[in-house]
């Protein structure tokens, strides 16, 4: 087990990616929540899926 020491949650594998505080309410939150080099590729991903559907 593994406790994060930001927010004290704890998860069974160490280094678990997670999303501490409150969780993002819009996938837009959920975007600009992430590192800058990887907002571009998930806003690629969102389009693809969006012309797809």
């Given at each position: 087990m593994w406790t994060c020491p930001?927010?004290?949650?704890?998860?069974?594998?160490?280094?678990q990616s997670h999303f501490c505080g409150d969780a993002p309410q819009t996938v837009?939150?959920?975007?600009l929540a992430q590192d800058e080099d990887v907002r571009g590729q998930?806003?690629?991903?969102?389009?693809?899926?969006?012309?797809?559907?």
């Open positions: 930001t927010c004290g949650r704890t998860f069974q594998r160490e280094g837009d939150d959920y975007i998930l806003q690629s991903v969102r389009e693809t899926l969006r012309r797809a559907a």
